[in-house]
């Protein structure tokens, strides 16, 4: 039997749970062809692509995102992984779901570390519906952004301040963000796409682009609002792994407060190119949870390369990507922590035969 | 499975005044469809809800242009549907509000609990983040599609022979999981049941005779 409070509450919670599936009206339009979607969003500035939606969908019942027309992109023909030619590496369809794309052979046995990475975000149900298109485009999990009932975020709304600098910012960043910006990029699979050198295709009205990974994503600097340097008329259509040999001995790392079906607090994405005297001839390091966008660990590749691999040598390597680090009150236990599991990381890639 | 236990409600339970002074003190359910139909509507809008709460709403006014309804054809537990939503219904809204299949449940609403998860052409996903409308020709399959006739499926069968479950809510969520788990091939062994379960989540704790129900329908249906 429930005490009254306990009945009011629940009352309560009925309406709030009503309220939050409302979303603002929009208009709906099914693209069947890549051209189309394309045209469509064009004369539409508020129109936004619908993929999987595990995120926009979410993010429209908070009040987050209030697009004024959704354009159904999940028919289009995006759904396929291919080798390109010349071994030069693969293309993978922006619409692939990513359950498909993390349990492909080929990406289990070339790029581990994009599986793994695929593997350890969401839960199953998420992975079958999420995109790669869509991966790309997650927008952070700080919970100033996520929710409108905080007045101020500068990503949220421009100008209106940030909430997470003086308040609870436990997964916040500690490399490259601003005075205006601690947020963290959220997604897994984009940290190793970033150690793998992918390059982000995209058409838009004027045709096709590709973009660096590594410039995909931006860091906050005085424009937080802005998450990606693709523009709103612009469609992702595939992303292209350049072939990387020695990628076939590669780890995504990834520590969190539960054992599985949360966001990281810090993630290694590694790769390393040994002889056989375990001498480094290179390495592909990028890091997640620290930073605006996936962090390729540039000092971390620099330091290694001609080094033996050996957990000193990942120990100094780790201390010079994480020098310019700055810690916030709840968060700064990312620093210490993303040098350990650079070195983790870094350790079981060079013990893989 | 497919039961009436999302009504958490006694009726006759003291503790009801609160809903009794709105003057609708049946259910949960009739409840929020009741809400529907009062002021909470007008900032609702009304579409959102199925043709029964639609009437209730009828004297509302929406303030604002809702979404123009689309039409969609859904195949639900083998069954064609021709629907007509509000773009803005969810998979799970339109299973439960218009077509009273009320076994998906909805936990969380953010794709975070997965009570609500269906099988869509087969493979599971969490119908609260999904538009009914993306779901053009798709074949869903709820608890409610589950058995054969009175037959239950294994995995059902196993979830009561070891008690899979406490209160109930999150347990057609679960089932439906754990069929696409099995399935898909990631119940081989303890750990990985665990970890490909993880979208599911059960607030009574009854993971153990989770695992086992799943380790014993395992043999049944694969």
């Known amino acids: 039997m429930l005490s009254g409070l306990a009945a009011q509450t629940a009352s309560l ?43 926009l969908i979410d993010l429209m019942k908070m009040g987050v995102e209030t697009p004024e027309a959704l354009i159904d992109i999940n028919r289009l023909p995006l759904a396929q992984i291919e080798e390109l030619p010349g071994g030069k590496g693969m293309r993978i369809g922006a619409m692939m779901r990513n359950s498909d794309l993390a349990e492909h052979d080929l990406i289990k046995s070339r790029y581990p570390v994009l599986s793994e990475a695929l593997l350890s975000g969401a839960s199953p149900q998420l992975r079958n519906m999420a995109t790669v298109g869509g991966n790309l485009l997650q927008r952070t999990r700080c919970y100033y952004f996520y929710d409108p009932a905080f007045p101020a975020c500068n990503k949220r709304k421009p100008g209106s301040g940030c909430g997470a600098i003086e308040g609870f910012n436990r997964i916040h960043a500690i490399l490259g963000q601003s005075e205006q910006c601690i947020a963290t990029h959220p997604s897994d699979m984009c940290v190793a796409l970033a150690a793998l050198d992918a390059i982000v295709r995209v058409r838009g009205p004027k045709g096709e682009r590709e973009i660096p990974m590594t410039d995909f994503h931006r860091l906050p600097g005085d424009t937080p609002e802005r998450d990606t340097n693709l523009q709103p008329d612009e469609l992702i259509i595939a992303v292209d792994l350049p072939a990387m040999p020695f990628a076939t001995r590669s780890h995504y790392l990834k520590v969190r407060d539960r054992a599985s079906y949360a966001f990281a607090l810090v993630s290694v994405a590694a790769a390393l190119d040994l002889d056989s005297n375990k001498t ?24 290694l390369a001609g080094k ?24 700064s236990f990312k620093i210490e922590l993303a040098k350990r599991a650079i070195v983790r990381a870094l350790s079981s890639v060079a013990a893989m035969e | 499975m497919a039961s009436e236990s999302d009504v958490p409600f006694d009726s006759e339970a003291d503790g009801l005044s609160e809903l009794s002074i709105l003057g609708y003190p049946e259910t949960r359910r009739k409840f929020i469809k009741q809400v529907a139909g009062t002021s909470a509507a007008i900032a609702i809008g009304p579409n959102l809800l199925s043709a029964a709460s639609l009437d209730q709403a009828g004297a509302t006014s929406a303030g604002d242009a809702a979404s123009d309804s689309v039409k969609v054809n859904l195949k639900i537990n083998g069954k064609g549907y021709a629907l007509d939503v509000d773009p803005r219904v969810t998979l799970l809204d339109a299973l439960r509000e218009q ?7 909805k936990g969380c609403d953010h794709g975070q609990c997965g009570a609500c998860t269906v099988l869509v052409n087969g493979r599971r996903i969490n119908s609260c983040l999904s538009l009914a409308v993306t779901h053009e020709g798709d074949e869903i399959t709820t608890i409610e599609g589950l058995a054969n006739g009175d037959e239950l499926h294994p995995m059902q069968s196993a979830f009561i022979e070891h008690d899979g479950f406490q209160c109930g809510y999150c347990t057609p969520g679960q089932i439906c999981s754990a069929v696409a788990c099995v399935k898909e091939g990631h119940a081989n062994s303890d750990d990985e049941i665990r970890e490909w379960m993880s979208g599911n989540i059960c607030r009574c704790g009854a993971y153990p005779n989770i695992l086992a129900a799943i380790k014993e329908a395992r043999s049944k249906t694969a």
């Open chain 1, 13 to 55: 919670c009925s309406i709030a749970a009503l309220c939050e599936i409302f979303m603002n009206p929009f208009t709906y339009s099914r693209a069947t062809d890549v051209d189309q979607a394309v045209a469509e969003v064009s004369g539409k500035p508020h129109g936004k692509f619908l993929g999987g939606g595990t995120n």
């Open chain 1, 280 to 303: 480094i001839k290179a390495a592909r390091v990028a890091l997640g949870g620290v930073a605006h966008k996936p962090w390729r660990a540039e000092k971390v590749e620099k330091e």
């Open chain 1, 308 to 331: 033996q691999a050996d957990e000193r040598t990942f120990r100094v390597a780790a201390e010079a990507e994480l020098a310019a680090a700055k810690g916030y009150k709840h968060n």
């Open chain 2, 99 to 105: 077509l009273h299949l009320t076994g998906s449940k």
